[in-house]
């Protein structure tokens, strides 16, 4: 380690710790600026860094550097669930002290990192950002794949593959970027107190930091000292590196406390059935949450071996048109024909776990008013999971609308969820704000949205959109993407995909709570496929990408954290695809049993979806296994140790 007091040097550099990337800093005219150079080549180019505050004239400009030090770290760390059990944290850090603001660089062998640490002022410890300087200048050229920022569906848009120079708004992180051989993904950690960093082309044409705003026109009101979000370019010479990298929960902080309690959760709902019009969320003849068809549900998860149920609709407020009664819904009065307490004895008589349900329309204000209230009503019913909602376009809080993604939105969500673990209950939240990482901090925050899932199935979904998941929204963590939807067929609203396909996204969209969305009678009707479903776990100790393009095709092996047992999904777009997948990842010396879930020869995404194989052989590590997939369609697979 180095430090050098003030000097009049106006550039240095960090490398990562095998030198393929270096981060050069320089100050130029009192304005910082950072390049990245990936094995000799440039992929950032001179880049701006900094902020505008309001009120403060010239605060990036006219600085000098008064200190700079540089440091090394390694450490294995592990995570309680997920794609993978042990993340490598190894980087080179780059601390800049300017007379304005500290810097902060970390340099990882597929990661560059950068935060600020503002400083108090004389007088001034409270500021407002008007707006935030970060640049990423890349190739205008570069290809990207995106969707669109401060729309009416937030993050629930299918994505667009375009050339950086074509983006005319502003769009959501992660932002995918293929620029010469390189993949790119930008995106944020430790996302706290601050609003959303969305992305948009200045006059200068470089991408820049478009901070989500609050209603007052500002990008953030902060108590001073403050550290920001980190700033991560994920850096990949493949798509399918970019998978794996899981940096993005090594730039946030270990828990904070004991969450031993944690646990995955695969679960069943009380939610599909309306989907396809069996039942209603609304009271009345064909209101789905009675406890009459809870315990249905109950019985049947329990046969299945599925140790989750989500019932939604159950409390007043799903009168008529719900979407404008979200300033009046209460989150303790159970509608006349659910007795929740008796449902929540039952189901723990069953072993199985309730999901309770909080939709509130982002009325956030009205939320915030029951949240103890509600989270110990569930908390007494021996409730450990919730599945929270924010439906609106935007969020009313403190009377006024905001973005979900604001400063207010974040630091609501962020709420929710610190308040879940003090009552040792575990959230899934649906029209969230994006990962950042915080699920390292927060064990309990299972998974989100975040994302078009399969409530867009019917055709609003092309085939592409799954296989581009695992390359974008992916790289922000799990999704709870309401997987295993057998009814492929049904006439009111079917997936265009073929059924192994809905075997398959058990194992491509991995995450904490993993919902098996069908009903109960279509489980039993294939019995032979609810086999997989029920056996494929949630937390993996190993994650493997055998093959995989953006919006083409993807396949994945991931290993049980429980067992040596592995997991093999795969999905493809419209185009049929051979594959001859290598498994070298399994241990030598060892022989396996792979059970193959196959589309049929003649099955189809469009014309016959529920065509099917099922096919048993055994294998080992020197093995090749050959799948077919079908338009449309997967492949999923289920290895287990011959002994």
Known sequence: MFKWAETKISETKITSPSGKIVLI????????????????????????????????????????ILDISTSTHTETIELPWGETQYIDNTYNELTVKLTKYTLIFRVFDNVVALCYQLNPMKNIKRVSVAEELTEFNVSPNATTWSIPAYELDRYEYNYRKQPIQALTKSVHTPL?????????????????????????????????????????????????????PWRLVMLGESALELTTNYTMYALNQAPRGDFSWVKPLKFMGIWWAMYVGEYTWAPGPRHGATTKHARAYIDAAAKLGIKGLLIEGWNDGWEGDWLKNGQTTNFTSPMADFDLPAVARYAESRGIELVGHHETVGFVDNYTSQLERAYNYYAANHIN????????????????????????????????????AKKHICIDIHEPIKGTGIERTFPNLLTREGARGQEYEGGALPISHACTLPFTRMLAGGMDYTCGILDVDNPTKHPNTTIVRQLAYFITFASGMVMAADRPAIYQKYQDLAEFIKNVPVNFERTVPLAGEIEKYYIVARKNRSNNQWFIGGITDEHARNFELKLDFLPPNTTFVAKLYQDAKNANFMTNRSAYEIAEKTVNSSDILKVCLAPGGGVAIHLRPLS
Do not use: W
């Open 25 to 64: 800093f320089r100050l130029h005219n009192g304005a910082p600026y950072y390049k990245v150079l990936l094995n000799g080549t440039e992929i950032i180019a001179r880049s701006k860094l900094g902020f505008n505050l309001c009120g403060v004239k010239n605060y990036n400009s006219r600085q000098r």
């Open 176 to 228: 995918t970027i293929k620029s010469g051989s390189t993949f790119l993904a930008i995106h944020e950690a430790a996302l706290y107190d601050y609003g959303s960093m969305t992305l948009k082309l200045n006059h200068h044409g470089h991408l820049q930091a478009d901070i989500t705003p609050l209603s007052d026109g500002t990008k953030a009101h902060l108590n001073l000292p403050f550290k920001s």
């Open 385 to 420: 999971y919730i599945k929270t909602g924010y439906s609106g376009s935007k969020m009313l809080i403190h009377g006024r609308y905001e973005y979900h993604h604001s400063q207010l939105g974040v630091n609501h969500y962020q709420k929710t969820v610190e308040l879940a």
